[in-house]
């Protein structure tokens, strides 16, 4: 959730998967995807900054997520998982 605040001072959380599009017109206006529209006074860049700030977050607490099944968390997978006597080889696509 990334924390905006409304044009009178009060503060709310809004998850930013849900954001549609943002605009300033000259206000900043979010638009969610069930088209609800808040107006806030942080600038599109700062919302923007916002986001980008929350993913990393996200990412940075993946990274640190204990391996449960004895696999890595991982955005991208192994190079070579056949090197790896541990890991079984990946399944065959079916025909």
């Not at 900054?49 to 940075?60: G, P, T």
């Not at 640190?64 to 955005?75: E, M, Q, W």
Request: no cysteine; proline share 11%.
């Amino acid at each position: 959730m990334i924390v905006v605040t409304r044009l009178n001072g009060t503060r709310f959380a809004v998850n930013p998967d849900l954001i549609e599009r943002i605009h300033e017109s000259p206000d900043t206006h979010l638009v969610t995807l069930d088209g609800a529209a808040y107006v806030v006074l942080e600038s599109l860049a700062e919302v923007v900054e916002l986001i980008a700030d929350y993913r990393a977050y996200v990412l940075s607490k993946a990274r640190d997520f204990p391996a449960v099944t004895g696999y890595p968390l991982s955005l991208v997978p192994a190079s070579d998982p056949a090197g790896d006597p541990s890991r079984p080889a990946p399944e065959k696509p079916r025909k």
